[in-house]
């Protein structure tokens, strides 16, 4: 599977962003997908993911209520609306699949990974 995330950019405290992230190659629909974001000095973390039916995600306490992901099977997209945006959730976000029907926060249990997108929160 191939991903390509875009979306990212400037925005202010308190906007709103949609990452999107396209899908590619061999059955898509059937991985789980899932965002992790990396801030400046910090090690990467697990953002948000969701299974390939759509109907479970996951969020990081940090995002959780600002931030919902969602999927498009058709399309093969996933999206991530965040909302309420925070100068912490400034770094480059990356998405990923993983070839299981279930959410880990853990980043060596997902297989591919996308080029990511910067996002930027000013004050």
């Known amino acids: 599977v191939q991903l390509q995330a875009s979306g990212g950019g400037l925005v202010q405290a308190g906007g709103s962003l949609r990452l999107s992230c396209v899908a590619c190659?061999?059955?898509?629909?059937?991985?789980?997908l899932g965002w992790f974001r990396q801030a400046p000095g910090k090690e990467r973390e697990f953002v948000a993911g969701?299974?390939?039916?759509?109907?479970?995600?996951r969020y990081s306490d940090s995002v959780k209520g600002r931030f919902t992901i969602s999927r498009d099977n058709v399309e093969n997209t996933m999206y991530l609306q965040m909302n309420a945006l925070e100068r912490d959730d400034t770094a480059v976000h990356y998405c990923a699949a993983a070839s299981y029907s279930s959410i880990t926060n853990v980043e060596a249990a997902w297989h591919y990974w996308g080029q990511g997108t910067h996002v930027t929160v000013s004050s």
């Open positions: 190659g061999r059955n898509p629909a059937t991985y789980s």
């Open positions: 969701i299974v390939p039916s759509g109907v479970t995600s």
